[in-house]
């Protein structure tokens, strides 16, 4: 775009430059061609101001004092410009130069005589010409710019409707492959296969059976859906077109559906081939449901144009569409049909052994010791997506730069892995006695209550050191559940509560510092209730409206009144029990609490040694149990702390 706007700075300078000399032209006078003896006439009347003589061929220019034009021009001064000239040519130069003499000696010339060498038809000409040349010289170079600049050239005016898509060749410089991509075995292996298509159709198509057009990724950030697209690009022996949703995306109007067209067409020239569209949804919302005004009709043509292309008359063959998204939900359902995006290939987040592929893939580059141990590494980050991993190990790297080691060990991880958590520890950050204690309570609240709780969290660590916004944080294990129940999640809201419910019962006063816990406790509930049909006046019903522009509630005001009655009733009955747990376990939650503010960190072995063994092993150390049990071999290390 600052290209296009440049040229049109040239334009306006190009006119302010004619403007120019037009304005120069029509103040520079008249002049007028007159006789010899004429010039001699008004010479010797007085009427000369003064006069220029060329001497390579005579001929004279004479300035007319003003307040004779009217005797010479019989016109108003203010008609025939600020300097009027008469021109004539003289019979002899010798002549001319005595008659000037004569007169002057005379007394009947009193004004100036201005000989010049030659005159000077070259500047006049240039003075003419020039601002024409400039103006056409101008217009080619940017008539030029506009028609030139392909696709991916950018630029210019007639490149706007040109796909932006990067191309990759065969063998190009994609050194990325499936290995790289660790997990995921299921979409590697959906992935792998549209490659296959792509080298030897005739093995499907010979069955009878169609080559899909498109398959579409779908998972949260950072799981490793373009990480995908990559390996394809580097595996697969076709060409590989690479662009985002939003670069369809223009200010100008039908500018998306061009470029559509000229995406498909490329890639008709280079099929059989794969086009890649990350972020899909910049282009793909459903459409008719945005209600601002109808002004959005260009994301709809450009949607309604992917859509023929994709599968209209006339389809493409041998070219693939792979497209990524994180938001399935918003995807128009017309693009989700089946002969457009055939498959759906869901990539989720890494659970407990996708995750130790993936430190394995990123631990490759750095130098560890070997104190590092992937295992506990894997344990420790439920919930990480592989994006996250990678920075984990980056910043484990970093970490051991700053204190100066040869290695990455254990410890740099563990404190990589808080720091991504958490955000950075604030030692500096000035806390009081009281406000110690308080945080000090708090989390002794939190930590006593996952402890004492069947189905909270267990607990890894807590700490009073502020990090990043927190004035304490306390670490658990989430148990990576595919379903879980209402007493778990009941459970966890009384832990989450048991922050506040030790401050009110201990120090008889509540404070700020609870305000994340109570959001994420009331958002729960909510969820519980509106959503997951879980409480008692409202059972078994879901409210659940995923209308992105939907302003109306799907229930009636009477209904919002019960959601908002049983949310209440639902978060009290969990405090109060978070105060009753905490009030029968008093000496303990204190006991806990002197321990936090003595040390300022303490582990899961310290909370055992004040409140005993927890009766009920957690769902995790269930499944490790189960897999030392089939897999003697490879033992990993139960502790959870470091
Ligand atoms: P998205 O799903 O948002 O497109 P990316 O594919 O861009 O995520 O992933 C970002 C980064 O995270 C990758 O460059 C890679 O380093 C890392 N990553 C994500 N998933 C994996 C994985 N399964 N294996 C290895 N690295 C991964």
Redesign the pocket.
Same mark, same amino acid.
């Given at each position: 775009m600052p290209k296009f706007n440049l040229s049109w700075m040239y334009m306006i300078i190009a006119m302010a430059l004619f403007g120019f000399w037009l304005a120069n032209e029509s103040g520079s006078g008249v002049q007028k061609n007159i006789s010899y003896n004429e010039f001699q006439g008004y010479v010797s009347k007085g009427f000369v101001e003064k006069v220029t003589i060329y001497k390579d061929d005579a001929t004279i220019e004479a300035a007319i004092k003003p307040q004779h034009v009217k005797d010479v021009f019989q016109q108003d001064s203010t008609k025939v410009g600020k300097s009027p000239l008469v021109t004539t040519r003289a019979l002899t130069l010798e002549g001319l130069e005595q008659f000037l003499n004569k007169e002057q000696t005379e007394g009947r010339f009193s004004g100036k005589v201005e000989p010049v060498e030659r005159n000077n038809y070259l500047t006049m000409i240039l003075w003419n010409i020039l601002p024409f040349a400039l103006l056409i010289g101008l217009w080619i170079f940017f008539m030029r710019r506009m028609g030139s600049g392909g696709a991916g050239g950018g630029g210019g005016v007639f490149s706007v409707g040109k796909s932006k898509a990067q191309l990759f060749e065969k063998g190009s410089s994609i050194k990325i492959t499936f290995k790289?991509? /660790?997990?995921?075995e299921e979409a590697k292996q959906e992935v792998e296969e549209i490659v296959e298509f792509l080298k030897s159709p005739q093995k499907y198509t010979d069955l009878g059976g169609k080559i899909p057009k498109g398959a579409l990724l779908v998972?949260p950030?950072?799981?490793?859906?373009?990480?995908l697209a990559k390996a394809v690009a580097g595996e697969a022996n076709v060409p590989f077109f690479s662009l985002a949703g939003s670069d369809f995306v223009e200010m100008f109007v039908g500018v998306g559906a061009s470029r559509v067209r000229d995406l498909f067409k490329q890639a008709k020239e280079k099929a059989p081939c794969i086009v890649f569209i990350d972020e899909i949804d910049a282009v793909g919302r459903a459409r008719g449901k945005n209600p601002s005004m109808g002004g959005n009709d260009e994301r709809e043509n450009t949607l309604n144009q992917l859509l023929t292309e994709m599968d209209g008359f006339g389809s493409n063959s041998g070219v693939i569409i792979l497209a /990524?998204t994180n938001r399935v939900d918003v995807l128009d359902k017309a693009l989700l049909r089946a002969g457009r995006f055939d498959r759906q290939i869901h990539?989720d987040l890494?659970d407990l052994n996708e995750r130790k592929e993936?430190f394995g893939?990123?631990l490759r580059p750095i130098k560890i010791d070997d104190t590092v141990d992937v295992d506990l590494l894997a344990r420790q980050t439920p919930g990480f997506?592989?994006?996250d991993i990678?920075n984990v190990c980056n910043e484990a790297a970093l970490i051991a730069a700053r204190h100066g080691k040869k290695f990455v060990g254990k410890q740099d991880f563990l404190d990589a892995v808080d720091r991504i958590i958490g955000g950075l520890e604030k030692k500096s950050k000035i806390t009081t006695e009281a406000e110690r204690r308080s945080i000090a309570l708090h989390e002794a609240g939190h930590a006593s209550l996952s402890w004492l709780l069947e189905h909270a969290n267990p607990l890894i660590k807590v700490t009073i050191v502020p990090r990043g916004r927190a004035l304490g944080a306390a670490w658990y294990l989430p148990e990576e559940r595919q379903i879980t129940t209402k007493d778990q999640m009941l459970d966890e809201m009384c832990a989450i509560l048991g922050g506040r419910a030790a401050e009110e019962l201990f120090i008889g006063k509540i404070s700020t510092g609870a305000m994340n816990d109570l959001e994420r406790a009331t958002k729960q509930a909510f969820g519980m209730v509106a959503y997951l049909g879980m409480s008692e006046k409202l059972p078994n019903l879901c409210y659940y409206n995923n209308d992105e522009y939907s302003f109306n509630k799907p229930y009636s005001e009477k209904t919002a009144e019960l959601i908002d009655e049983e949310v209440k009733r639902m978060i009290n009955d969990q405090y109060n029990r978070a105060k009753d747990i905490l009030s029968t376990h008093k000496k303990e939650h204190n006991e806990l609490a002197q321990l936090l503010i003595e040390k300022e960190v303490i582990f899961a072995e310290d909370v055992e040694k004040i409140f005993g063994k927890r009766p009920w092993a957690s769902r995790s150390e269930e499944i490790m149990a189960n897999e030392k049990k089939n897999n003697p071999v490879s033992e990993p290390e139960v502790s959870t702390n470091n």
């Open positions: 790289d991509v /660790a997990g995921l998972g950030p950072g799981t490793g859906k373009t990480l /990524a990539v890494p993936v893939v990123h997506s592989g994006a990678a």
